[in-house]
């Protein structure tokens, strides 16, 4: 990742609250099922978990709370200033550590980890050669035998998301969509954040092929939200609780249907260390 990609991430999650994201529209179904297909695999507390990526801290801290001991790592300052606020705030169950750190050279020992999550990094690592060194990284600081959750935003998000969102018809977005869909490479020369900022979107057999090519055994891919993001009056389902169990055991129904693997915004690769 060069300087400038670098910078550009830091300023994107300087103006954008990511503390906040998680709590707030569809985006709490990715929490949601994020946290269920992780506990799916995941060994039992008290693990050692790493959270490469970790943002400010809404999965660390909540394995954290798990009884887990989470060392969280983020190139985002204001992350780690958040993640570690979040932590004071369970004085019970805070983060084991949390600093400023690459996903692509990991300052923790060989074989160190019983999990490791890198939710946030791949798609902010535009060349492939970074993303296959990032997960070697991943690879070297597990144990054999543990899992590693690798998270990647899918090829077709921009389209669906402009078209639910109500921004397809924008003129300066036409150019970002159409780069994105022939290439994967998604880039955003404009100020608006409903854009998102420079990244690489996956299909599903090309994040397999990089978990696969960085020597980590595949478990599964699978999509995160499903078409679920795409409900209309989002709100109004996710807070009626029996609406809200249909939709997760719906999307439990299909997460292994082919054809709609790619509907998600994101996906989650599940690796394991030989």
Request: glycine share 6%.
């Amino acid at each position: 990742m060069a300087d400038n990609s670098a910078a550009e991430i830091i300023r994107h999650y300087t103006e954008a609250d990511e503390a906040s994201r998680l709590r707030t529209g569809w985006f709490q179904l990715e929490q949601a099922r994020t946290r269920e297909l992780i506990l799916r695999h995941l060994p039992p507390a008290p693990a050692r978990v790493i959270d490469v990526g970790g943002g400010a801290g809404a999965y660390a801290c909540w394995l954290a709370s798990l009884g887990y001991e989470v060392h969280l790592i983020d190139p985002v300052p204001r992350h780690v200033d958040q993640a570690r606020a979040a932590s004071e705030a369970q004085p019970q169950h805070p983060l084991a550590s949390a600093v400023l750190g690459d996903a692509r050279k990991v300052e923790q020992a060989d074989q160190s980890a019983d999990a490791l999550l890198m939710l946030g990094p791949l798609y902010h690592l535009t060349e492939r050669s970074d993303r296959l060194l990032a997960l070697r990284e991943a690879r070297r600081v597990t144990r054999t035998g543990a899992p590693i959750f690798v998270a990647a935003i899918s090829r077709f998000s921009a389209l669906l998301d402009s078209l639910s969102g109500g921004f397809f018809d924008q003129p300066e977005f036409a150019a970002i969509l159409d780069r994105g869909l022939a290439e994967g490479q998604h880039r955003n020369p404009t100020d608006n954040l409903l854009y998102f900022t420079d990244a690489v979107f996956h299909r599903p057999d090309e994040l397999a092929a990089e978990v696969q090519e960085s020597g980590l055994e595949l478990v599964d891919v699978l999509p995160i939200e499903g078409p679920g993001w795409l409900a209309r009056d989002f709100d109004r389902l996710w807070n009626d609780s029996s609406l809200r169990e249909r939709l997760l055991a719906a999307l439990r129904q299909i997460e292994q249907e082919p054809s709609l693997i790619g509907a998600s915004s994101h996906l989650l690769a599940i690796g394991r260390k030989l």
